[in-house]
């Protein structure tokens, strides 16, 4: 099992930056993709950006967000910055147990409890 623990959300007003860190308990921790996704009240989650050996971005997020990883720390982020308030959401880090990352929610075995951001404008 793989616990992720998301922290770093909050309310920032808009053009502002946050940054989101995921904390893993996973052995060979460098061997997971990694996701971060988000829902927005009413709305389906959706895709914000992953990274293994690359990284992908959500068309909405690109140049704004950038996702990184520490496998010494076992750490992950999500660096938001220019943020808007369609940005505010439920942002959830995920964890899949391949190399290979993905955009669909289905395809991540472990998730986080889920962090507020809100963005005002």
């Known amino acids: 099992q793989v616990q992720l623990v998301e922290s770093g959300g909050g309310l920032v007003q808009a053009g502002g930056s946050l940054r989101l860190s995921c904390a893993a308990s996973a052995r060979a921790f460098s061997t997971y993709a990694m996701g971060w996704f988000r829902q927005a009240p009413g709305k389906e989650r959706e895709f914000v950006a992953s990274i293994s050996r690359g990284s992908d971005y959500a068309d909405a997020v690109k140049g704004r967000f950038t996702i990184s990883r520490d496998n010494f720390k076992n750490m992950v982020y999500l660096q938001m910055n220019s943020l808007k308030p369609e940005d505010t959401a439920v942002y959830y880090c995920?964890?899949?147990?391949?190399?290979?990352?993905?955009?669909?929610?289905?395809?991540?075995?472990?998730w986080g409890q889920g962090i507020q951001v809100t963005v005002s404008s």
């Open positions: 995920a964890a899949r147990a391949t190399y290979f990352g993905s955009a669909l929610d289905n395809n991540y075995d472990f």
